[in-house]
């Protein structure tokens, strides 16, 4: 399906290098994904190559920035088809993933893949907004990661109230993330985060990438997240 020998070439060169056996469900995950695209709608990307690029690599590039502790608790918000997390769980088996979608269909892939590949991983029908509010879920996870989605002022608030104290948020971004932070900086302080990096590189296939990374210092305050409504009409500034 995918270039085996070609992606754990470009991953080297990132100094990410992995077994074969993780190599080779990477290539199973991209099979799954473009046998099910087929019928059902999951992403716009169809190409062997670019499935390689835009969604595996970007995915792993995850971790040439970013330390994920073993065992670390993590949530993928508006998961989609499992990206950055499906890669990212390939990759690194011990880390307890989380995928949130509101969109069935697309989580029934991932449960069908997560089976396939053998990986455990729990899955999460519900808005992000209301998986906030709940007691059982806020404030619980060490990392919540996002890949695109929204705006970063309305994804701070989305992602942040579930992120521990002392734990990170990484927003996943093209070109635009370096701008979109300093739009959302007011609204990072208000749910209690800090920006602590801010990521640019370049795919093989010449897309510009930013990944923005924030620690969260502080508890976000009981009111947040607001209804989606709210979030849309007004975002934190």
Avoid: W
Avoid at 185 to 199: P, S, V
């Amino acid at each position: 399906m995918i270039d085996q020998a070609l992606l754990k070439t470009y991953l080297a060169d990132e100094g990410l290098t992995y077994s074969d056996e993780v190599i080779l469900k990477l290539d199973r995950f991209a099979e799954l994904l473009l046998e099910r695209n087929q019928s059902v709608n999951l992403t716009a990307i169809k190409e062997p190559d670019a499935v390689l690029v835009k969604h595996l690599l970007d995915s792993l590039f995850i971790f040439k920035y970013v330390l994920f502790s073993e065992g670390a608790k993590v949530i993928d918000v508006g998961c989609g088809a499992g990206f950055p997390s499906m890669p990212m769980l390939i990759a690194r088996n011990d880390l307890k993933m989380h995928f949130l979608d509101s969109t069935q269909k697309k989580l029934c892939f991932i449960e069908d893949a997560l089976a396939t590949l053998q990986l455990n991983g729990t899955v999460i029908h519900t808005r992000a907004e209301e998986y906030a509010k709940k007691n059982v879920s806020r404030e619980t996870f060490d990392f919540a990661v996002a890949r695109a989605v929204a705006n970063l002022s309305s994804l701070s608030e989305l992602t942040l109230p579930l992120v521990t104290p002392g734990g990170y948020f990484i927003a996943m971004k093209g070109k635009e993330g370096e701008e979109e932070l300093e739009q959302a900086k007011a609204a990072i302080k208000i749910l209690g985060g800090k920006t602590q990096a801010l990521h640019t590189f370049t795919l093989p296939d010449g897309s510009s990438r930013t990944m923005i990374v924030v620690k969260k210092i502080s508890q976000t305050p009981t009111k947040y997240p607001r209804t989606s409504a709210a979030i849309l009409k007004k975002p934190l500034s």
